[in-house]
């Protein structure tokens, strides 16, 4: 574990002092889950963290938020949020997460409103800044701050402390919610991002861990961490097979260049 400057540290923890009350948008992801823990130590009840559950958000997903704002000891609250029913985030253009973001934070602000918390806050970090991320647009256009970039925390940043943290979330996998999954222009349907979520979690019941699969019609394309490949092309394989094949795809597909972020916009 590298050791985390103490400056670092000090810095998150005044510009989240200074905040005075906040709201976060908490998927219970690596980012979220640290300025969750980091936002209840520094303001106690005057920080609300919000899940927004959907159908592309899966369940395991939500119950793992519920039990670490639960060991957090924090402030709560489930919402649904409705980015299926915007033509605009259905029709998945390039711009799709600004739509669905913009939906999300504009329930994020209400929620500030009514608790009088004046600030929304997302878990973006620094090295958020290279990737494609049209999300960041309605975050800007609804005042949304994101404390671990300002200050200047890396991903690695915030995996170290949250091991030093005890935070179980230090070494859990990326995840997207399972919009990701569609090529732009390919409409996303609540029945494709159900058909998505059952091969994904059929795979993680045999055992791996960092899984994408990407829905191409009626090949699924599968995204798997380098150490995985062997498992899915060898013992696994027709397990692999049969269990993406009866989540509703005809052909199965093993991508070798594995997961990477932001495959999508390649």
């Known amino acids: 574990m590298n050791v985390l400057p103490q400056e670092k540290i000090d810095k998150l923890r005044t510009i989240l002092a200074d905040m005075g009350g906040c709201v976060i948008g908490f998927s219970g992801g690596v980012d ?3 300025l969750f823990a980091m936002a209840t130590e520094v303001l106690g009840n005057q920080a609300l963290a919000v899940t927004a559950t959907s159908k592309t958000y899966p369940e395991r997903e939500l119950n793992e938020a519920r039990e670490l704002a639960e060991r957090i000891g924090g402030r709560h609250l489930v919402i649904v949020s409705e ?40 878990g973006t970090n620094s090295d958020d800044a290279g990737d494609h991320r049209p999300g960041r647009k309605a975050a800007e256009e609804l005042n949304v701050r994101s404390p671990l970039e ?117």
């Open 32 to 34: 979220s889950t640290l």
């Open 150 to 266: 300002e200050a200047g925390f890396t991903k690695q940043d915030i995996r170290d402390l949250s091991r030093g943290m005890m935070l179980p979330t230090w070494d859990k996998p990326a995840f997207a919610c399972l919009s990701s999954r569609f090529p732009y222009g390919t409409a996303i349907t609540p029945e494709r991002v159900g058909q998505v979520g059952r091969a994904e979690e059929s795979l993680r019941g045999l055992g791996f861990r960092t899984v994408r699969v990407r829905y191409h019609g009626t090949v699924a394309r599968i995204e798997l961490g380098e150490s995985e490949f062997e498992l899915a092309a060898g013992a696994l394989r027709n397990d692999v097979v049969r269990l993406v094949k009866a989540a509703g795809f005809t052909y199965v597909a093993l991508d070798l260049q594995g997961y990477r972020t932001g495959a999508m916009n390649e």
């Open 83 to 122: 980015e299926l029913d915007l033509p605009e985030f259905r029709d998945n253009p390039r711009n799709r997460c600004y739509y669905c973001k913009r939906e999300l934070f504009g329930k994020l602000r209400a929620i500030a409103d009514r608790e009088g918390l004046k600030h929304v806050l997302d």
